[in-house]
């Protein structure tokens, strides 16, 4: 595995929160209101982490690890379809 396909959603947005690098394309056309609930839940999923019990962190690390492909795989789809829509209108620039 590369070290993009290792990068979790949350790495991603908390770099860009920051300001280290650029948000990413799919991230950063993301109405303000879902960015904003990404970034909770990228904060609970970081503090189940750091849970004391081993198996509700084992199980946490898990869980963002899927939620976190899952929702960059939805945003670029969605951002696609939208795309092809606005061609099929002839909305394009």
Do not use: H, Y
Request: net charge positive; proline share 3%.
């Amino acid at each position: 595995m590369n070290s993009i396909t290792q990068k979790t959603l949350k790495a991603e947005m908390l770099k860009a929160e920051i300001g280290r690098v650029a948000a990413p394309e799919w991230c950063a056309l993301a109405p303000v209101g879902e960015r904003r609930f990404l970034s909770v839940l990228a904060r609970m999923m970081r503090s189940a982490r750091r849970s004391k019990s081993p198996d509700v962190a084992r199980a946490a690390v898990k869980w963002e690890r899927a939620l976190g492909c899952f929702i960059k795989v939805r945003l670029i789809g969605e951002r696609q379809k939208a795309e092809r829509r606005m061609e099929r209108w002839g909305c394009r620039n």
